[in-house]
């Protein structure tokens, strides 16, 4: 029997609910030439501020045991090259979901870039990161405390028609009550974990690996610690949830979406194996008809 | 950039730490100097990127030192082992810039990539002189390959022990080579010495801690005259002129 790998999301049809998470495929140009990005459910985009950044200095990345530190540092070429340049080029080759991932250093600027990428016609969902632990005085502060992150969430809706998605930190005490904040903001959904907040020394050197000393742990290693998240989330919120933190096979798919997530976002394994996305959605309908599983959709949330 | 699978024919010490790999695979392989492959080392998390010295018709040979525990593994492995890569990798040197005569300067496993490119120029009919500089003599890898070529190779030692005792700048001024552009590989400090002081076009190599390896993480960016680079895509080659020492 064919199986059905499409889930609709705030009204949108993804082919499938694999979504390369953003940070961990660039703005998908990059790879155009190494895959069919049409395969793909969605693409999140690169995160965009309002003004080109550099980002941190390097080094950048450290590896962990299942899985890896980056301190990137939202180096991105603003939100004016999002909305004319590289969206409108990824919708010419791709014909999925586009997700637009917007940062800020204060509520304004959210709106800001939020109004800007609302008048993009290439972007389909915003996804708002209140969780970047990788810049001061920005991302992470706002999604660490319900208020903040709910007063984000109130000024992007009020200037946007797009659904958006809040994308929200592990590195809290209490994640459902900041879910449900940005639920009751209006928020349409929920994009969980960012990273978590990690570090690692070189012994040999007596320094941190990152130049920036800290910076995000993703990877298999948190796969537990995210679909714990989504479970909770998605079963205190109404709004769609798209999971995401350690994803690396199909089986993490059928868990993700099993504790709630309407998508799944893979992130880290992108960054070891460029085509993880692909071979993960490939591997789906053989892993769903063992386990006698015909349309994804019906899955979703299914364990109480 | 394609993923495939290599068997390791032979992997073989040929210096102090440094391992001579050779690898086949089951189709053409395309590289140029200067690209580099990204090899996934069972048990670890990301891969590891390695410049490549020489190609096969159906294979590469890498040159790579042990100095973690990623390429301990490696140093392990034995023929008939099998490795997955990433291939081919950057953006490479450009021997079709040099008009006649190329200098290649090489610290380190830098004498590595610069051997791939040795062959092009040669095949291109230019003439090529290489400087390599180690710390000691027992580093010192891949000068007898040069030689083979019929390549002049002037040899630094930082000890002494080998050629001229001082950097690969002392050597270049002893040895006085004639060269209309030059391509430098190894240390970062040693490729900053080469490109302020070489009165020439030249092109060095560039290393950072990479996460993809293939331009989309954008985990290496270097800042260069031009504004924010990746190594891993736009480089690892970049023109002197393009680098902010």
């Known amino acids: ?304 | 950039m394609e993923k495939r699978i290599f068997t390791i024919e032979s992997n073989e010490p040929v210096a102090r730490d440094t391992f001579r790999l050779v690898l086949r695979t089951d189709a053409p392989v395309a590289i140029c100097s200067g690209q580099f492959v990204d090899i996934a080392v069972p048990g670890y998390y990301l891969r590891r990127p390695i410049s490549v010295s020489d190609v096969l018709p159906d294979g590469v040979i890498l040159y790579y030192k042990v100095v973690g525990e990623g390429t301990l593994v490696m140093s392990g492995m034995v023929p008939g082992d099998t490795l997955e890569l990433l291939l081919p990798l950057g953006a490479g040197f450009h021997p079709e810039k040099c008009v006649s005569d190329a200098l290649l300067v090489g610290g380190g496993l830098g004498a590595a990539p610069l051997f791939l490119l040795a062959k092009e120029l040669l095949a291109a009919g230019k003439k090529v002189t290489a400087v390599l500089g180690f710390k000691r003599a027992d580093e010192i890898c891949l000068a007898e390959e040069y030689r083979a070529l019929g390549v002049p190779v002037h040899i630094a030692t930082l000890d002494g022990s080998a050629g001229t005792k001082g950097f690969v700048t002392d050597a270049i001024a002893t040895a006085q080579p004639v060269f209309d552009r030059f391509y430098t590989c190894g240390p970062l400090l040693m490729m900053k010495a080469v490109c302020t002081t070489l009165d020439a076009p030249g092109e060095a190599s560039m290393e950072e801690r990479m996460g993809c390896g293939a331009g989309f993480c954008y985990g290496c960016t270097l800042q260069t005259q031009s504004g924010p680079r990746r190594v891993c895509a736009d480089g690892p080659v970049f023109d002197k002129e393009e680098i902010l020492w």
């Open chain 1, 1 to 304: 029997m064919v199986k059905d790998l499409s889930v609709s999301l705030c009204g949108l049809r993804l082919r499938n609910p694999v979504i390369p998470a953003s940070g961990t495929f660039g703005f998908g140009l990059e790879l155009a030439d190494s895959m069919d990005l049409n395969v793909l459910g969605g693409i999140s985009l690169k995160g965009t501020t309002r003004e080109a950044r550099f980002g941190n200095p390097t080094p950048r990345i450290a590896e962990c045991t299942a899985g890896l530190i980056n301190s990137v540092g939202l180096q991105n070429p603003g939100i004016e090259a999002l909305v004319s340049d590289k969206a409108p080029a990824l919708r010419r080759i791709y014909g999925g979901v586009i997700i637009a991932n917007i940062s800020g250093y204060s509520v304004e600027e959210y709106a800001f870039n939020c109004a800007r990428a609302d008048a993009c016609p290439a972007i389909d969902i915003l996804e708002v990161n209140v969780s970047c632990p990788n810049v001061h005085g920005g991302g992470m502060a706002f999604g660490t405390d319900p208020q903040s992150a709910a007063a984000v969430t109130k000024a992007v809706k009020a200037v946007t028609r797009k659904p958006v998605f809040i994308k929200l930190s592990p590195n809290v005490t209490d994640i459902v009550s900041i879910a449900r904040a940005c639920e009751d903001a209006g928020a349409d959904g929920i994009t969980l974990i960012n990273t978590l907040l990690g570090m690692r020394i070189d012994i040999k050197k007596r320094k941190p690996v990152i130049a920036n000393k800290m910076g995000g742990f993703s990877g298999p290693a948190v796969f537990p610690l995210a679909l714990r998240m989504v479970y909770q989330v998605a079963h205190a919120c109404r709004i769609p949830v798209m999971g995401c933190g350690g994803v690396a096979r199909a089986e993490d798919v059928l868990e993700m979406m099993m504790a709630g997530a309407t998508a799944v976002q893979v992130g880290a394994e992108n960054l070891r194996n460029p085509t993880a996305c692909p071979e993960i959605i490939g591997a789906l309908p053989a892993l769903m008809e063992r386990l006698g599983i015909d349309s994804l959709q019906e899955i979703i949330g299914i364990v109480a």
